[in-house]
């Protein structure tokens, strides 16, 4: 893909998870119960798609970033502006955490340059940032896409299940949470993870087995959405986890998606607040990768 450049700076959950009591910051709970895949994986071919020029606030940096940042259609490496500000070109995304962290830049620790977002530090709803998808054109809905995240460890286990989200795509649908969090975590008593696909009202779509941790090291996923099938695939470090890849699913919006939510979220209350890092976002309308 490269019509356009937004260069922004170079298995089954089988407890419930709801927050007691707290919201999702649209007015609905932030539970985390998945349902079973019943579809086999798809192919791992490109999205198609073509982006269109349009508006926008996207900045061009001269920062460097693990993947080429410029030779992708949408791409933050986090390295323009400033620690402890947001980054240029996002705006805020409310939380109900008022205790007055909210996602920024940092140079604590970096996949690539010397910054990446840090998610803000509370014990639930925390604040994260936002960017509209509109200059994408039918890459919004339709496209592949890729970041780093980190972990602080170890994390406050507390015996209870945690859901924690990372990433997710907002919409205008707001009768089941406006937001699809697709690159979304859910910790056991035990400190293992699944990975799941997920709407606030637990509604939709899949959730992986636990087989996954946090590390305290950089790791790599991807996604891939289409729009026209409803369709979602799911890859941690390359590999693809087939068990929460579904196809033909309405209930996942995806053919709804208009902006783009980074920063971590959790809907439990860990007695120690989670800590974590973002870097090298990308999206493309074909396979991004985890490489250089």
């Not at 192919?43 to 198609?48: F, I, K, L, R, Y």
């Not at 949470?177 to 509604?203: I, Y």
Request: glycine share 16%; net charge negative; charged share 15%.
């Amino acid at each position: 893909m490269h019509n356009l450049f937004l260069v922004m700076g170079l298995g089954l959950l089988v407890t419930a998870c709801s927050d007691s009591g707290s919201t999702d910051g649209s007015g609905t709970g932030g539970g985390s119960s998945s349902q079973t895949n019943t579809t086999g994986a798809l192919g791992t071919g490109g999205a198609g798609g073509q982006a269109t020029s349009g508006g926008g606030n996207a900045t061009t940096s001269t920062g460097t970033s693990g993947g080429g940042c410029e030779s992708y259609a949408f791409c933050e490496d986090f390295e323009t502006g400033n620690p402890g500000d947001t980054p240029p070109g996002w705006t805020v995304h409310a939380g109900w955490d008022q205790g007055g962290s909210r996602a920024v830049l940092s140079t604590e620790e970096a996949h690539g340059g010397s910054q990446s977002l840090k998610g803000a530090v509370g014990t639930n709803g925390q604040f994260r940032i936002e960017h509209a998808l509109d200059p994408l054109g039918p890459l919004a809905t339709k496209h592949w896409g890729r970041i780093f995240y980190k972990v602080k460890t170890p994390v406050a286990l507390d015996g209870q299940y945690v859901h924690n989200t990372f990433l997710a795509f907002g919409r205008p649908d707001s009768s089941n949470g406006s937001e699809s969090r697709v690159v979304d975590t859910v910790v056991d008593p035990q400190g293992k993870h699944q990975f799941l696909f997920n709407v606030p009202d637990d509604s939709c779509c899949a959730g992986s087995s636990y087989d996954y941790a946090y590390e305290g090291g950089w790791h790599c996923v991807e996604w891939h959405v289409d729009g026209d099938t409803e369709s979602f695939q799911f890859f941690y470090e390359g590999t693809e986890v087939t068990d929460i890849a579904f196809q033909g699913v309405a209930g996942a919006h995806i053919a709804d998606f208009n902006s783009l939510i980074v920063g971590w979220i959790n809907y439990q209350s860990p007695s120690t607040p989670n800590e974590g890092w973002f870097d090298d976002l990308a999206i493309d309308d074909q396979r991004i990768g985890c490489g250089p």
